[in-house]
Each structure stands twice: as C-alpha cells, then as structure tokens.
C-alpha cells in the first residue's frame, strides 16, 4: 500500500525574513543555509517537517524580490509563483522588528489572487522591540499574525494551531475552524481545560490535585520542596451542575519562594519550570495558606500571572484549620484590592485539599473565566460600547488640541487584547486608559480577566527620524 502523500506546506516572504530559520527549525535539521545576507536561498528546498505530532512536507522559497524576469532574482521568484501550485497552504513570513515594507504589501496581493490558504507570521518577534511590527501587519488584511522567533523556538505553539484545522486531516474534523480574523462572537475553547497550580512551598498544591484525583498521585509532605518538576496530569471532572464530564490538564508546580531563599541550583531550575508551566496555562489557581495568610511573594507570583496574560484565581487553602475565617477571608480580599491594582475583583474562594470542600466551585470558576479570557466581542456590540465610552467620558485636550480616537479592533484572544486607533496618543494620559480597559472588563464582560490595550497613531510622514 503506498505511503501517504503528506500535505504541502510552502514558505513565502521576502529576502531576509527568517524564512530558511523556520524551515531548519521545523524540519529539525540545519538543511538551509542561513545568513543575514539576503538572497541566500536561490532553489525552492524539500523537508519532512513534523510540529508537535502534525506532519507535512515543508518547502523553503527564494525571497521574492521585484526584479526584472530574466534576471537572477525574477528567475528565483518565478520558482516561488510555482511552489504555490499543488500546496495546501502558505506561511507568509513577515519580519516583526522591521515591519512592513511594500513588498510585503506586494506579496499580499499576489497571495490573495489564489484560492490557497495563508497563515501570516510574524517571525523575530522576541521581545519588545517587535510589538509595533505585529500590529503593522493586520493592514496586510491577512488576519491575525501568529507571532515567532524561529531563531529561539518561540510560539511554535500557536503556529501548530493555526496549521491544525487547515492540515490536520479528517481525524480534527472538531477542531476550532475559525481561521484568524474570521466571524466575530465568543470562540469556544477546544481541548482540556490547562489548569496550573503555583504558590509558595508548602501551601499544599499536590495536595489538592491528589484530592481532585482520587488517588495519592502526586508525593506530598511537610517538607517544603518535595516538588520539583511541573508535572502534568490529563483528568476528567464530573460537572456537578450539568453532570458532563470535561477534560482537565492539571499542572502540579514547584513552590515559589523569595529569590534570596532560592540558593540550590536544582530549586533555582524548578523554579523556573514553574515559571515555564504557567507560560502554557489557561487558568492558573494561585494557592494560599490559610495559616499564613496573604504574604508579599504572594502578590508577586500573582502580578507575574497577570504580566504574562493568563486568567487569574486564588484559592486559600487549608480553611478547615483557619482561625477567624471569616476576618481572615475579608482581610485578604482587601489586600488584594490594594495589592492588584491592575485588575480588580479576581475570583477568591475558600478551600481545604484535605476535605475537599470548594473544589467543584473553584473548578467552575475556572472554565467560566476560561470561557472569558477565549472571548472576541462582535464588531458591532464593540464599536457601540467605544462610541458611548469616549461620549461619557471624552478625552483630554492638552493644550487646547484635542487627542482624537478613531476607532477601535480587536486583534487577538486569549487574553483578549484591542488596538485603539486615532491621532496624538502618545499625550493620552494613563488614568485615561485605565478607565477605557476597566470600562472594557465591566461592560464587554470580562471580569477580571487581564485585559490589553495598544494605542497606536499613523505614521507622520513628515517627521524626522
């Protein structure tokens, strides 16, 4: 029986861009050449490529350049017009720090003159300096760029998501097909519900997944520290409303303790990975102990959550040995109001691991904000709630100019996030923003989920560098 033919993935963009990094990356092994030289790839080039378990045939293209036929670069591009026959999809490689160029405009309206389907990427998008580039790349009109670092191995994640629903066979039939940009609405979450547990040593966080499993899975004790690596645990949960199961990846992590208490480089690593596991959390349940209290490093671990866009619940635990519950549950909601300035009202619930008491509300509050945090705003209810926002409270006028916004979008979920265009941002005061994004949590419905906002102006043509 012959073998089957694997779908066909092509690379195109511009010289320079990154696309041979991706395919050496992809294909696992360093088969082109790469260089800061442009127009070191001449020949389209074949790989088998497998990402996280999806296999395809992965084919690298000379950059496009616009150039005469006959010429060496017009020759090149003509085998990449060619590549696009036969191919189940395109990665249209843009460069995230440089942004965009027209000819990345060109490429764009040459791929939307073919019926195939186009993923735009966003490649060397590590760190900061690529965020204006990424927002440059929604004008291609290619929908939401899938942000990279093909050097460094970063989101390829996300790339794996957005090749699934195009490449990923009869057998993913159910998986979210919404191609990026697409109908507007709430996205349905697919797959298990990624649930990390994090907080200092000894709050009891294996402890609480071995109660939520049923079995001692997980070695717990009083020694601070037992846990070292971030252990990942696939689980069923019974709802007890609707009695439906639904699907749970627990993450187990290792205690957080202050950096000046972490001087073994083994806990040094494990704290690290624990750092890491809540990079591929949905929802991660930031553990207390209720015979500590609320403590400064807990704050802390709970702000690196929120900083890294990831839907947000504390649970005190051990409320069966609690004194004064109800002072100390006042106490540390309190605390947490002044402590997390940046988002208010994050859901606190009161549990015991030993008992089991709380644990099915704490687990219904997390795929709830899980349902927020995967949530897109239709376009019209989002430019309604804009229009009666800047007409309830209008922006400033610094020196008697007035800062216009214009409109607004929303480019991306998980966490949600919005670009606010119009003219003279930069002078928009902070307070001003914080009133649109809490204005955005209350009346779009998002709770505490961690919210973001971009502002951004057109380019002055005229400006001096």
């Known amino acids: 029986m012959p073998a089957k033919k694997l779908p066909q993935v092509i690379i195109i963009g511009r010289p320079n861009v990154g696309k041979s990094t991706l395919f050496n990356r992809l294909v696992g092994k360093k088969l082109a050449l790469v260089d800061d030289q442009p127009g070191v790839t001449r020949d389209r080039r074949f790989g088998d490529a497998s990402l996280l378990g ?32 036969g191919a189940a999809v395109a990665l249209f490689v843009v460069d995230g720090r440089a942004g965009i160029t027209p000819l990345d405009d060109e490429i764009a309206r040459w791929l939307r003159e073919h019926d195939l389907p186009v993923i735009l990427v966003a490649n060397k998008a590590e760190g900061r300096s690529a965020e204006n580039g990424i927002l440059e790349s929604y004008s291609l009109g290619m929908g939401e760029p899938v942000a990279i670092s093909a050097e460094h191995g970063e989101g390829m994640g996300d790339l794996f998501e957005a090749l699934l629903p195009i490449i990923g066979g009869e057998d993913d039939d159910n998986q979210d097909e919404r191609e990026p940009g697409g109908e507007d609405g709430d996205e349905a979450p ?24 049923g079995e001692d899975r997980l070695l717990t004790g009083p020694e601070a520290g037992i846990t070292r690596d971030s252990i990942a645990v696939d689980w069923q949960w019974k709802d007890p409303k609707s009695g439906e199961m639904r699907d749970i990846r627990l993450i187990d992590t290792a205690g957080m303790r202050k950096k000046a208490r972490v001087t073994e480089k083994l806990e040094r690593l494990a704290v690290a ?107 019209a209810v989002l430019n309604r709630w804009f229009d009666e926002a800047l007409e309830a409270n209008p922006p400033p006028a610094p020196g008697g100019k007035r800062i216009k916004l214009r409109y607004i979008t929303q480019i991306k979920t998980r966490p949600p996030s919005f670009v606010i265009f119009g003219t003279r941002l930069d002078q928009l005061p902070k307070s001003y923003e914080r009133y649109l994004v809490n204005s955005i949590r209350k009346h779009l419905d998002f709770g505490s989920v961690p919210v973001r906002v971009t502002l951004k102006s057109p380019k002055n043509p005229y400006a001096k560098d």
């Open 54 to 85: 999806l296999d395809f045939t992965l084919v690298d293209t000379a950059g496009w350049e616009d150039e005469d036929p006959d010429s060496l670069p017009g020759r090149m591009r003509a085998q990449t017009e060619v590549s696009v026959q």
């Open 190 to 213: 697919s797959g298990p519900l990624k649930l990390a547990i994090v907080g200092r040593p000894n709050a009891g966080k294996s402890t609480l997944i071995n109660r939520l499993l």
């Open 273 to 379: 990975d624990a750092r890491h596991a809540v990079d591929f959390a949905e929802v991660v349940v930031l553990l207390l102990d209720a015979t500590k209290g609320l403590e400064h490093q807990d704050l802390k671990i709970a702000d690196l959550v929120l900083q890294e866009g990831r839907a947000l619940i504390i649970a005190i635990n051990k409320w069966d040995v609690a004194e004064n519950p109800s002072g100390l549950f006042n106490g540390i909601r309190e605390a947490l109001g002044d402590g997390l300035s940046q988002v208010k009202g994050v859901p606190l619930f009161s549990v015991s691991a030993r008992t089991g008491k709380g644990l099915d509300a704490l687990l219904t509050a997390a795929f709830d904000i899980r349902d927020a945090w995967s949530k897109r705003v239709p376009t």
